[in-house]
């Protein structure tokens, strides 16, 4: 009986315990930034699409700074191997592309789904998430200098809470969703502890999900898949090397760089089409 007691006891303060230990955000999204690495990387990777019964196969080959200086070219495999060709650069908030010769730039996508893997500083991930309302303004201020004993308590921040994501548990940010709303409040799960994104669910709805991290050079961990999901569409990624580059690759990042022109015509009969071209409208 008495083991019983102690048994209920624990689980009824369970949940008290843990809201009692989650980190604060300042310290969880440190943490999460430390992971995306330093220098320059190439990531290679393949992203898949459903086609009738079929797949395309495209393949990514990006060039990596920070979340805001990025490089990246697609080509097509199999039949789209020599019509399919796309270039983008990313650098200062506007993404750059040539078309017919002529390079142009415009605003970076508001659903730009790569930044969420590579915010090398805490505060400027911070500011994506407020942007979104995921978490609030000043949830990311830091403590004022001097303070002691009872000033340091760690209180509970009602933005963040505890929840399970790709298996394992996390770091929940974002408000929950009521069980009777239509559409769900964005929110981003960070792995409790190897602090990495597992899942992000955009204002949009857009949710990517991201599994199978593994630890590349100079501190970098990265996801071996992905799943973007957006209304009917479900697109897979699949890593295929991450490696680091030397800094002299930084002059890839000029948009005088760029020597791709873009290239669509191998779409025009795939089932395919609106789902690709939608893909690297808004999230590339």
Not at 255 to 263: A, C, E, F, I, R
């Amino acid at each position: 009986m008495k083991r019983f007691f102690i048994a209920a006891s624990t689980l009824i303060l369970s949940p008290l315990m843990a809201s009692a230990f989650i980190l604060p955000t300042r310290t969880i999204l440190q943490k999460t930034s430390d992971n995306a690495g330093s220098g320059i990387y190439a990531i290679e990777q393949e992203v898949q699409f459903a086609n009738g019964e079929d797949t395309v196969h495209l393949r990514e080959t990006w060039l990596i700074d920070s979340d805001r200086t990025m490089r990246l070219t697609v080509t097509g495999t199999k039949e789209l191997q020599n019509n399919f060709r796309l270039q983008f650069l990313y650098t200062g908030g506007q993404r750059w592309t040539t078309v017919g010769g002529n390079r142009k730039s415009e605003k970076a996508p508001e659903d730009f789904l790569e930044k969420y893997l590579n915010f090398r500083s805490a505060e400027m991930f911070a500011n994506s998430l407020t942007h979104m309302k995921i978490i609030p303004n000043g949830a990311f201020a830091k403590k004022a200098p001097g303070r002691k004993g009872e000033d340091f308590k760690n209180e509970p921040e009602a933005w963040v809470r505890y929840s399970r994501a790709g298996g394992v548990p996390n770091y929940a940010f974002g408000t929950p969703t009521p069980e009777d709303e239509k559409s769900n409040n964005p929110g981003i799960w960070i792995e409790q502890d190897q602090f990495v994104v597992r899942k992000l669910r955009l204002p949009s709805q857009v949710e990517m999900t991201a599994d199978n991290y593994n630890q590349f050079a100079k501190g970098l961990y990265y996801p071996r898949s992905r799943t973007v999901r957006w209304g009917n569409n479900t697109v897979t990624i699949r890593l295929i090397s991450a490696s680091a580059r030397p800094a002299t690759a930084v002059s890839l990042f000029q948009p005088t760089s760029l020597d791709v022109n873009m290239k669509v015509d191998g779409l025009e009969k795939l089932p395919a089409k609106e789902a690709i071209i939608e893909f690297y409208s808004r999230f590339r």
